[in-house]
């Protein structure tokens, strides 16, 4: 597969552990939220999204938090799994209602045996 | 949910040449969008792709560059022209979801040389 790690943070974590990956944003106009897996070789995945009316969201094994008074953005991984190791980014939708994403940096995430 | 495939999954070409990349949804969308994925960068959004009109291009973008075509609701193809080696991305098509929510295709890896 390409090369990924060049640019991007990383996070390396051992097999069980729970995953913390951040994101800042900078539209304080946007109200919409999501997080994108993208393994080796493939498009991002949808994991989970967020509106800016709530500040927590759970789905299996995901949480989402969002801080909108810094413009902060979490996805927690629990019980950490190797294949959960890929690269994440977060997206928001800088208030626009047409589906248009603005896409963070990303960050690479690392799951040890 | 929506099944997208992309062709072809990669290239490598020559500088100075033209290449079409298609992507196929087996369900009618709204919404297509491309984006560009640079070697170890977050991934760009090119242009919208409007059935029956002109795409509509972020900035940075020109229809002289990266032409697209939606002649229906369920395909797109954007080509990518006069090929420099700073063109060699991953190529994305993705379509609008739920809410503002976007799913994506596996992507087209252009390598040019």
């Known amino acids: 597969g390409e090369s990924v790690g060049l640019h991007l943070p990383t996070l390396s974590v051992q097999e069980g552990d729970n995953s913390i990956i951040n994101c800042a944003y900078s539209?304080?106009?946007?109200?919409?939220f999501i997080w994108y897996k993208q393994e080796s070789g493939k498009g991002p995945q949808f994991i989970i999204d967020?509106?800016?009316?709530?500040d927590k969201r759970q789905g299996q094994r995901v949480t989402v938090l969002l801080n909108k008074t810094v413009k902060h953005l979490s996805l927690q991984i629990a019980a950490t799994q190797p294949g959960d190791s890929a690269v994440y980014f977060c997206?928001?939708?800088?208030?626009?209602?047409?589906?248009?994403?603005?896409f963070g940096q990303g960050t690479i995430l690392t799951v040890h045996p | 949910s929506a099944v997208i495939s992309q062709k072809p999954s990669r290239d490598i070409c020559q500088r100075g040449t033209s290449l079409t990349i298609q992507c196929q949804v087996d369900?009618?969308?709204?919404?297509m969008f491309w984006y560009r994925q640079q070697p170890g960068q977050s991934l760009t959004l090119i242009a919208t792709?409007?059935?029956?009109?002109?795409?509509?291009?972020e900035s940075g973008f020109v229809i002289d560059k990266f032409p697209i075509s939606r002649p229906n609701l369920t395909f797109s193809t954007l080509t990518v022209s006069n090929m420099s080696p700073e063109d060699s991305s991953i190529y994305l098509c993705?379509?609008?979801?739920?809410?503002?929510?976007?799913?994506f295709g596996p992507g087209t890896r252009l390598t040019v040389l």
């Open positions: 997206a928001e939708n800088g208030g626009t209602s047409y589906g248009k994403l603005t």
């Open positions: 539209n304080s106009a946007s109200d919409y």
């Open positions: 967020i509106r800016s009316n709530m």
């Open positions: 369900s009618q969308v709204t919404m």
């Open positions: 792709a409007n059935q029956g009109s002109e795409a509509t291009y």
């Open positions: 993705s379509i609008s979801g739920r809410e503002d929510t976007q799913y």
